[in-house]
């Protein structure tokens, strides 16, 4: 049986820590623009999360834009040559056209390499919920899951991936037209900050609006209360936006009530970041409460 290779994008914001465990994933890199310049985002990438939150501070707005064909056939192809088969745990289609794009491009290759197979696979994850479900995947492939079997497993437990995250500032979530400006003033006025999450569609949706980060944590706790699976597994990922003070809150939270977690710390990297500022906090964990 040939070997297969696993590949995802770098808006899985895989940490250092989460990638010494893992097998060999490749992760395909992504573009943001921000101050003028556009950079390449992925761990060989030339903009650290540290810089690019240190860009927003000083008052940048940033965009992103979806993987290009040609970034596609560049990563598979020589996977395909080696006579490796492919399987691409890709960005959630609700926040973007990359699933579209590689469907196509996985088309074209499978007629150029007839013999192999590439499935890919809509996550409708993001940012550290997609790191936490590649991560999860890469620990099944080395017990010895076959392309079909984790391709299986992959398709029943996406919708068992929860995203709880809370933002720090509505400036950036208003410039990307997630909330009307009339709403981030409120919301600023009141220092809310709204509990948001990834739903069944793979959009960001609006949950709770508590008031004050202390709140807000108590309501991502809550949540992981109502609905955490340890069966599937333990592994609990905490993510931040530049914001490692509040991450070590929120995980000594978590750690408080949930003793077996197996927590990680990962920057929230600028594809999401983008969206969400600095200051993002995010719990993920597999349960029963997307």
Not at 7 to 33: C, H, N, Q, W, Y
Not at 92 to 105: D, H, I, N, P
């Amino acid at each position: 049986m040939p070997a297969y290779q696993i590949f995802t994008d770098a808006t899985a914001d895989l940490s250092p820590e989460m990638l010494s465990r893992m097998g060999s994933v490749k992760i395909i890199p992504m573009e943001v623009e921000i101050g003028g310049k556009t950079y390449s985002y992925a761990p060989d990438g030339d903009i650290s999360p540290h810089e690019f939150y240190e860009l927003q501070k000083a008052g940048n707005f940033a965009s992103t834009s979806q993987i290009n064909s040609d970034i596609y056939f560049k990563n598979f192809e020589p996977c395909l040559r080696e006579g490796k088969d492919i399987l691409y745990l890709c960005f959630t289609s609700g926040m973007s056209g990359t699933y579209q794009t590689v469907r196509l491009c996985a088309d074209h290759l499978r007629e150029r390499f007839p013999e192999r197979k590439i499935v890919c696979i809509d996550t409708l994850c993001a940012s550290v919920g997609e790191g936490l479900f590649v991560y999860e995947a890469a620990r099944r492939q080395a017990e010895g899951l076959s392309l079909e079997e984790l391709a299986d497993w992959a398709a029943g437990h996406r919708m068992q991936v929860c995203h709880w995250f809370t933002v720090d500032t509505f400036e950036h979530l208003r410039h990307g037209g997630r909330v009307s400006g009339a709403a981030a003033a409120i919301g600023t006025v009141l220092n809310i900050k709204p509990l948001l999450h990834v739903d069944e569609q793979g959009q960001l949706a609006v949950a709770e609006k508590p008031r004050g980060r202390k709140r807000a944590i108590s309501a991502q706790i809550s949540r992981m209360k109502q609905g955490w699976t340890p069966e599937i597994a333990k592994t609990v990922i905490i993510g931040h936006g530049d914001c490692p003070e509040g991450a070590q809150q929120l995980k000594s939270a978590v750690a408080g009530q949930f003793p077996d977690a197996e927590i990680m710390i990962a920057d929230i990297g600028p594809i999401i970041g983008a969206h969400t500022g600095p200051g993002m906090l995010a719990v993920v964990y597999f349960g029963s409460n997307r």
